[in-house]
């Protein structure tokens, strides 16, 4: 299906209205999907080439990256509180805002690394992810600062991506049962309320017989009642 037209002043007027963690998500996204050549264009005004200059060194595999942010977040690097009163309880901090975009970059490169060759290092890199959405479910106050109504919820994951990408790697190595369990276990914790269009997408992109366990699974729980 060829891509629809996009109108630029209505996609401005979008942006425009959008929260500043979809802004940084954007961006993020405009970094990678531009051509080395429009780069120079894109930064000039705001950031200087001379500070963004490539380090010949290679690439870091994605899991050392997730490992590194994961390290950094427990660290409380991206922890950075303010004063809250009932003008600003909605805002999030920069440092909030900088992890969310962080968090869904990450979970993006994995799902993309999931769809063309899924593997143990992707599964460790999405298990990693979600250590530390449970980790903001603890309310630890080492991770971000949310001024109003704490939890992972406010990370906005989008599970029909999330969710098959890592059952793709799950699939390699466990069993038919232990995946199952696994994912079952992790859509019970993180995304019961969509479980109905959830367990069919994963079902799509695993083996027929790890599909056909985790429907056993599923019919003999409470999740679909």
Known sequence: MPALPVDREKLRKKIRHMP????????????????SAKLTAFMAGHVRP?????????????????RAFDAGSRRGEYYEDFNVNGHNYTMKSPGTLRWLAEWQRLAE???????????????????LLFGLLAR?????????????????????VDWLEV????????????SPVDFARMILGLVEERAASN?????????????????DELGRTVTGSTLLR
């Open 20 to 35: 500043p963690e979809n802004l940084l998500m954007l961006l993020d996204r405009a970094v990678d999907l531009l051509p």
């Open 50 to 66: 001379s500070d963004v200059t490539a380090d010949p060194a290679p690439k870091p595999k994605l899991l050392d990256v997730v």
């Open 109 to 127: 490169l994995a799902v993309k690394e999931s769809a063309k060759t899924p593997s143990q290092d992707t599964q460790a890199a999405f298990e």
């Open 136 to 156: 903001i479910d603890e309310c630890a106050d080492d991770i971000v600062f949310f001024a109003d109504e704490a939890g992972a919820w406010q990370v906005g």
């Open 163 to 174: 969710l098959p990408a890592y059952a793709r790697c799950v699939a390699l190595v466990a």
């Open 195 to 211: 479980a109905v269009r959830l367990l069919p997408a994963v079902c799509k992109v695993v083996p027929a017989g790890h599909g």
